[in-house]
């Protein structure tokens, strides 16, 4: 049980242009989703936390306008990264849970977005 | 606020144990560690709630010290599958999110 999924697993888009990126949870009801940011060998980087059917709280100094965050489902979130820039080349991850009172988060595998 | 793990990286032989650690400065509810392999997403090991209690699974185990804000991940008899990154992940009373440590890892040889 407890199985995420993201999609796609690595792109490669052009300076200027947008990408999208999937998060599935396969088998429960994810009520709040996260999405993260890492870079090479540091570690998780909270972006913003969503909750089904309500807007994103994104955290301080990550832009709301660059990174579109969408929860329409209790089983799909969507990140956009917009005009998408060289240094927006990262690791993004993201995770899901049921709203359980212990709050277990489970992690989707990753997209590696490079941006040339 | 980040948590601060110690050591920040460990070599063993297999078979060597390894205790890593997970401080924070502010009040927790519930402790989650998780285990990252090069390239690969976090795969979520075990959670501690506030209580102080301790939790097993299979050979790696952990505790939660409440009051002092100190959780600690034991790995018993290491495998060279143990090998990777070990996150801790805080989150205060009140906070759907989690604020994860900067990482150990962790490196076991034949």
């Known amino acids: 049980g407890a199985v995420v999924s993201q999609h796609p697993s690595r792109v490669i888009c052009k300076s200027g242009t947008s990408v999208k990126i999937e998060c599935r949870s396969l088998d429960f009801q994810a009520t709040t989703m996260f999405w993260y940011r890492q870079f090479p060998k540091k570690s998780l980087m909270l972006m913003a936390t969503s909750n089904e059917g309500s807007k994103a709280t994104y955290e301080q100094g990550v832009e709301k306008d660059k990174f579109l965050i969408n929860h329409a489902s209790l089983t799909l979130s969507t990140l956009t990264v917009t005009s998408a820039h060289p240094e927006d080349s990262s690791f993004y991850i993201c995770?899901?849970?049921?709203?359980?009172?212990?709050?277990?988060?489970?992690f989707g595998p990753g997209t590696r977005l490079t941006v040339t | 606020q980040q948590p601060v793990q110690s050591p920040q990286a460990v070599i063993l032989r297999e078979g060597e144990d390894a205790v890593i650690n997970c401080s924070s400065s502010?009040?927790?509810?519930?402790v989650h560690w998780y285990r990252q392999k090069h390239g690969e997403a976090p795969v979520f090991l075990m959670i501690?709630?506030?209580?102080?209690e301790q939790k097993g699974h299979e050979k790696i185990s952990a505790s939660f010290n409440e009051k002092k804000q100190q959780s600690s991940l034991y790995l018993t008899a290491s495998q060279l599958s143990y090998s990777g990154t070990y996150f801790c992940?805080?989150?205060?009373?009140?906070?759907?999110?989690?604020?994860f440590g900067q990482g150990t890892r962790l490196t076991i040889n034949p």
């Open positions: 501690l709630l506030k209580g102080g």
């Open positions: 995770s899901a849970s049921a709203g359980t009172e212990s709050g277990e988060q489970y």
């Open positions: 502010k009040a927790l509810y519930s």
């Open positions: 992940g805080t989150r205060r009373v009140g906070a759907q999110k989690l604020v």
